[in-house]
């Protein structure tokens, strides 16, 4: 039958807690209960799940926020009509499968009655070539570049037209 995407519940934030730390540093560790922030606040947060098994999340928002991220302000202070990508996070056993890539198109399928882009910000140190490559052959192109964490990070932010 192949993947298939769904809406999330309460009792999926353990898995994309597990799923979200196995691939820190591409992204950062955040708590059970900024999940269910998340869940409650983020316009997009959906599942990729085959046989009942989670192969991959995304959660975006959308601007006016109250979100303390620093990749998110950015965008926000340029005062587009954007959706922000947090965070997408896909199992090992599901890469190279097209599930990032179904993920995304479902998000510009949701987003592009209210928004003019996608946007979000991938790790350059420590690096992240491969979603760098990703995003580029999705079609996203550098806006900006902006370090994070008192420099021990540097992020390129990314944006796609919808």
């Not at 799923?19 to 560790?29: F, S």
């Not at 998340?38 to 926020?65: K, N, Q, S, W």
């Not at 399928?109 to 882009?117: G, H, K, R």
Request: charged content about 25%.
């Amino acid at each position: 039958m192949g993947p298939v995407i769904r809406a999330v519940d309460i009792a999926d934030l353990a898995t994309f807690r597990t799923l979200n730390d196995a691939a820190v540093p591409a992204v950062n560790r955040i708590p059970l209960s900024t999940f269910d922030w998340f869940r409650v606040h983020a316009p997009y947060f959906r599942a990729a799940v085959e046989d009942d098994t989670t192969l991959a999340f995304l959660i975006a928002l959308t601007p006016g926020l109250d979100y303390d991220s620093p990749n998110y302000r950015w965008f926000e202070h340029r005062g587009t009509r954007f959706v922000y990508i947090d965070r997408i996070v896909v199992a090992p056993p599901a890469r190279g499968r097209g599930v990032a890539r179904m993920l995304y198109q479902d998000l510009a399928a949701f987003a592009a009655p209210f928004a003019d882009a996608l946007t979000c910000e991938v790790n350059l140190r420590p690096p992240n070539p491969g979603s760098v490559a990703f995003h580029q052959r999705m079609g996203f192109r550098e806006v900006g570049r902006q370090e994070t964490e008192g420099g021990a990070k540097e992020v390129v932010l990314m944006e796609r037209g919808l």
